[in-house]
């Protein structure tokens, strides 16, 4: 899977890993902190959120507009880490209930120039590696092992968010609870009508409470709360400074494809690497891409309502605890335990394998069995999560299936069976679609969000988490055959002189896609539950039909 590949893709790999990482620790509690320090409705707290990827995804045009004509793709991604820094480090600073909010804000606008700044130049570096000969035929499984790498950091985040939460909630002698939040807020504003049974709830992390010092607590928990996300949000600006480390350190692995062709123009030693289209290529090859950017727009749509409705869904309609054997899905160690355990296996058992693998294998095998068995014998039998955990399980899936799907690639590719990267694309909305046909079953008999008037749905009405598990492994299968191989057409298909400002167009596309992720969380609260994701699953269904009806175009310019 790693054989062969440049240098240069790993050091983007791990610098990608460590921004990723802060940036989904982030996200993780985003939509959770807005409702809970500032009492946001699901709609105000989701178009917010929306409004802040669209931002996230549209200054890439900036960034590739400057790397292209200006500073070049190294100089551009340092600036962006930069700046990212000082927006996460701006995100940290705690403030109490209700203050803050214009701090809040400016971060969150820093957050999104540094990153346009890094993303897509990030991308360009990475597919300029492959405009080699000796490399390109590896272009498109290049771009799922950065994905991967993506990923992994994504992977490790909500546990860090729900570590720092723990931890900070602990010291001030408390412990989450989702209810809480939505109740002290509209205790507090005098909009609860039965504070007697919320005064039950509170006495779970107080037993002295009384309806006389119920406006204390809620006060105090909401602060400790919101000091949980600040702290939480402080995370980033530790991977960040890895993140620097890491691709200023190895830069003579990616200097050679440090150079946009302008700079190449200027430089006798590369002037002959320049390549010049006709117009008429050049109109072909934007026309293309915009019609893939335009098809990507309902996937992003749907993929991140991880971060709105999906983490509503698992706050307030799917059970708040779990087994023993279902906890090892939410305990990332002992998850990664059975995983690397059951790889060693693999590894131990297949004939391919020479003595030393085989060896590896073998102790991988046992030693980490043994460690997702204490894990497990350490479970209780009753264990609460909070919701941002749902958010782990997208980034390990996609670490699990990597390497099938690059296998899978590369065996079709050695018959001459694998798919062109358009119709890749195209499997990939189907499999959206039906990723989100699992939770319109599993919401038909639910009460909607309307009727829960923003609090948690009682016991007798929360589902199973394995109807969000499923969905997010469809959404992962969709994400391996879409993201990476979107990113890779890209690179592939942009005109030279263009390259880094159509990495931007492809996260501008995103862009639009996530703006419409607000008009999802404002149907959240006025249609039923099973509606809600049907909108999302017919628009996946529609962009697929699209993107086959065109195929024969995509593929003649994907293959020009």
Not at 40 to 49: H, K, L, N, W
Not at 346 to 374: D, E, H, M, P, Q
Not at 476 to 485: D, G, H, Q, V
Not at 495 to 516: E, H, I, R
Request: aromatic letters at 14%.
């Amino acid at each position: 899977m790693f054989k062969n590949h440049p240098k240069g893709l790993f050091v983007a790999f791990f610098a990608n890993m460590g921004e990723r990482f802060g940036f989904y620790t982030m996200i993780s509690i985003f939509v959770l902190f807005m409702q809970a320090k500032y009492g946001m409705s699901a709609a105000a707290a989701g178009s917010m959120y929306a409004t802040f990827l669209v931002g996230v995804y549209i200054f890439p045009l900036l960034g590739g507009f400057l790397a292209d004509r200006f500073l070049g793709y190294g100089k551009t991604i340092s600036l962006g880490l930069i700046v990212m820094f000082l927006g996460y480090l701006m995100l940290a600073l705690p403030t109490t209930m209700n203050s803050g909010f214009v701090l809040i804000i400016a971060a969150l606008a820093v957050i999104a120039l540094g990153t346009g700044l890094f993303k897509g130049n990030l991308q360009a570096l990475v597919g300029n590696l492959y405009d080699d000969p000796k490399y390109g035929p590896m272009r498109d499984r290049a771009f799922n092992i950065f994905y991967m790498g993506i990923n992994i950091g994504a992977m490790f985040a909500p546990s860090a968010s729900m570590a720092v939460c723990n931890w900070i909630m602990g010291r001030s002698g408390l412990v989450y609870d989702a209810r809480i939040p939505a109740l002290a807020n509209d205790f507090l504003g005098g909009k609860l009508a039965d504070a007697a049974a919320y005064l039950g709830i509170a006495q779970g992390q107080n037993p002295g409470l009384t309806l006389d010092t119920l406006r204390g607590f809620s006060e105090t928990y909401i602060n400790a709360l919101g000091k949980s996300y600040h702290f939480g949000f402080g995370v980033a600006c530790i991977s960040l400074i890895l993140s620097m480390l890491i691709f200023w350190g190895f830069r003579k692995h990616y200097k050679t494809a440090d150079m946009t062709e302008i700079q190449k123009k200027k430089s006798a030693a590369h002037k002959a690497d320049v390549v010049e289209l006709t117009p008429q290529q050049t109109k072909e090859r934007l026309v293309a891409l915009g019609l893939v950017f335009f098809v990507v727009i309902f996937f992003w749509m749907a993929f991140h309502q991880s971060a709105v409705t999906l983490t509503y869904f698992a706050r307030d309609y799917t059970v708040p605890s779990v087994g023993q054997a279902t906890n090892l899905w939410f305990d990332l160690t002992g998850l990664l335990s059975v995983f690397l355990s059951v790889l060693g296996a693999i590894f131990l058992l297949r004939k391919s394998s020479k003595g030393l693998t085989r060896a590896l294998g073998g102790a991988a095998f046992v030693g980490f069995g043994i460690l997702a068995y204490l894990r497990y014998g350490g479970y209780k039998a009753v264990n609460p999560f909070q919701p941002q955990m749902f958010q782990h399980f997208n980034p390990f899936f996609i670490v699990v299936l990597t390497p099938l799907v690059v296998a899978l690639f590369g065996a079709l590719n050695r018959k001459g069976k694998e798919p062109s990267a358009p119709r890749k694309i195209g499997f990939g909305m189907l499999t959206t679609a039906a990723a989100y046909g699992i939770l319109i079953v599993g919401s038909i008999s639910l009460l909607s969000p309307k009727a829960l008037g923003g609090q948690v749905a009682p016991a007798s009405s929360q589902v199973s988490v394995y109807w969000l598990i499923s969905t997010y492994f469809m959404l992962t299968i969709a994400e391996l055959f879409l993201s990476p191989i979107g990113i890779s057409f890209v690179s592939r298909v942009a005109p030279p002189k263009y390259k880094g400002l159509m990495q931007g167009g492809w996260f501008a596309a995103t862009a639009v896609g996530n703006s419409l992720v607000g008009v999802t969380a404002w149907f959240w609260e006025r249609l039923p539950l099973w509606a809600v994701w049907a909108i999302l699953a017919g628009a996946c269904l529609l962009s697929a039909g699209f993107i086959f009806s065109i195929m024969r175009r995509l593929e003649r310019v994907a293959n020009a």
